[in-house]
């Protein structure tokens, strides 16, 4: 597997936005798929969003629909979380994760999909 690094985190008012970044320590991930998890205080972790290797295939949860944007350029060997129209309820750390199995290889929305996980980056949405 990979070690991955989140950075872009941070504090926002809502409605605002802010872009989450997640790079492979040591190696390139362009043949991975990787998804973004979020998980508030007290909460379970919870898949937000997923994208495969070339960036063609994409998946999100309800709850960010059309506020968030899963992207990857593989030439920088990033991927990426714009997050746009930000609520107090998105408020989370928010972990990358990755893996090399084919995206169809179980759900991308189950933790169980991914073998590397970052450490997190916090989220936070003042009202």
């Known amino acids: 597997q990979v070690q991955l690094v989140e950075s872009g985190g941070g504090l926002v008012q809502a409605g605002g936005s802010l872009r989450l970044s997640c790079a492979p320590s040591g190696r390139t991930f362009s043949n991975y798929k990787v998804g973004w998890f979020r998980q508030a205080p007290g909460k379970d972790r919870e898949f937000v969003a997923a994208?495969?290797?070339?960036?063609?295939?994409?998946d999100y949860a309800d709850s960010v629909k059309g506020r968030f944007t899963i992207s990857r350029d593989n030439v920088k060997n990033t991927a990426y979380l714009q997050m746009s129209s930000l609520k107090p309820e998105d408020t989370a750390v928010y972990y990358c994760?990755?893996?090399?199995?084919?995206?169809?290889?179980?759900?991308?929305?189950?933790?169980?999909?991914?073998?590397?996980w970052g450490q997190g980056t916090q989220v936070t949405v003042s009202s």
């Open positions: 994760a990755a893996d090399r199995r084919s995206y169809y290889s179980g759900s991308v929305g189950s933790l169980q999909t991914f073998g590397s």
């Open positions: 994208i495969n290797w070339s960036g063609g295939t994409t």
